[in-house]
């Protein structure tokens, strides 16, 4: 199986602070990365697929990079609405695998 | 538009049998890949299998095959979820998703979840 790594596990930061989440994955996966948001007592809702592409409807300040084995979900400026825990997820093979998360928290 | 409307809460005893639901509205229900996946009380998401209505051919995470089936229903647009023989360690909520399909196929990643069934298992 694939191991999704995330770090920080936790990041509390200020609201138009730069929130930068990495993931790192046991072996290359190419672009098969997404990034989901769930905020408590919601389902989670996807941000990024393909590594960097952008789902409909989410904003701007989100962003996603990487490729192979390290990929970063960038948050350019935070705002109230962005806490919740953040999850990658790889899609390059079977069992499909996600990170462990990482909760944001508004200072 | 996309809905995944769930079935309701649930509590059972350890050992008893369980079927919850997921009925896909507002997109073709047979050629879109729907996935489950749990996320035990405080912890983060598991994926459990995904199956594709239209022959019901399913892939099953090691880590819970043998311990449920997914199965679907075109007609009525619904997948299912069950359990023969419930633990305490089931409890959890369990999610659908759908998998999101792009100009290149499915993607095996999630664009649209159910709102999850919270299933307690407890003696």
């Known amino acids: 199986d694939i191991q999704m790594t995330q770090s920080p596990s936790s990041v509390s930061a200020s609201v138009g602070d730069r929130v930068t989440i990495t993931c790192r994955a046991s072996q290359d996966i190419s672009s098969w990365v997404a990034w989901y948001q769930q905020k408590p007592g919601k389902a989670p809702n996807l941000l990024i697929y393909?590594?960097?592409v952008l789902q409909s409807g989410v904003p701007s300040r989100f962003s996603g990079s990487g490729a192979g084995t390290d990929f970063t979900l960038t948050i350019s400026s935070l705002q109230p609405e962005d806490f919740g825990t953040y999850y990658c997820?790889?899609?390059?093979?079977?069992?499909?695998?996600f990170g462990g998360g990482t909760k944001v928290e508004i200072k | 538009e996309v809905q995944l409307v769930q079935s309701g809460a649930e509590v059972k005893k350890p050992g008893e049998s369980l079927k919850i639901s997921c009925k896909g509205s507002g997109y073709n229900f047979t050629t879109n890949w729907l996935g489950w996946v749990r996320q035990m009380p405080g912890k983060g998401l598991e994926w459990m299998g995904i199956?594709?209505?239209?022959?019901?051919?399913?892939r099953d995470s090691p880590s819970f095959q043998g311990h449920v089936i997914i199965s679907a229903d075109k007609s009525i647009s619904t997948a299912y979820l069950q359990w023969s023989s419930l633990k305490a360690s089931d409890t959890a909520i369990y999610y659908c998703?759908?998998?999101?399909?792009?100009?290149?196929?499915?993607?095996?990643?999630?664009?649209?979840w159910g709102q999850g069934t919270l299933v307690t298992v407890s003696s």
């Open positions: 393909a590594a960097s």
């Open positions: 199956i594709y209505p239209g022959d019901s051919d399913t």
């Open positions: 997820q790889q899609a390059k093979s079977f069992p499909l695998t």
């Open positions: 998703a759908r998998v999101l399909h792009i100009a290149g196929g499915a993607t095996d990643h999630f664009d649209y």
